[in-house]
């Protein structure tokens, strides 16, 4: 396995590996994210519904919030998604939502890098190898209102 694939999978298995903590009664959809750092460490997010649907939360925003509140939103570097539905027993490629693209377009122009997005089966089956140009093309963020990347002081 060259160390691109080695990678990839690791960060797969990682959102894999959250997915398994969604919590979801309400759509019996799981779904995991992972975010890898510049230092390569690995930070993930599930999603978390609620009774008031409006109030549920991605599991790439859960993600990259965290990474935020690290301190770190300037340092993700590629995004891993595994999702599908909890009671099926088919294989599903699931992309993120439109809220979830806008702050994946977030984290790249504030990260000052194109970022590689990762959306797989939770078997890790199929890959699709995206950016956010790919998912949210013509996108508006930072940039557009003159705020450039993170950097450290």
């Keep these: 396995m060259h160390d691109n694939e080695q990678r990839v999978g690791q960060l797969i298995a990682a959102a894999r590996d959250a997915m398994a903590n969604a919590h979801a009664p309400y759509s019996r959809f799981a779904v995991?994210?992972?975010v890898r750092l510049t230092d390569g460490s690995i930070v993930t997010g599930c999603n978390f519904e609620n009774a008031s649907y409006g109030l549920s939360l991605?599991?790439?925003?859960?993600?990259?919030?965290?990474?935020?509140?690290?301190?770190?939103?300037?340092?993700v570097t590629e995004i891993?998604?595994?999702?599908?539905?909890?009671?099926?027993?088919?294989?599903?490629?699931?992309?993120?939502?439109?809220?979830?693209r806008q702050i994946m377009n977030e984290a790249e122009?504030?990260?000052g890098r194109t970022?590689?997005?990762?959306c797989a089966t939770p078997s890790g089956d199929r890959i699709l190898d995206l950016t956010v140009a790919d998912l949210l093309p013509h996108a508006f963020g930072p940039t557009d209102l003159?705020?450039?990347p993170m950097t450290k002081s």
């Design 32 to 34: 995991g994210a992972a």
């Design 109 to 111: 122009q504030m990260a």
């Design 80 to 100: 891993a998604v595994v999702g599908g539905a909890m009671d099926a027993g088919e294989e599903a490629l699931v992309t993120p939502c439109g809220r979830c």
């Design 58 to 75: 991605c599991a790439e925003t859960v993600a990259l919030a965290t990474v935020n509140a690290q301190g770190r939103f300037g340092d």
């Design 146 to 148: 003159g705020i450039g």
């Design 115 to 118: 970022l590689a997005i990762y």
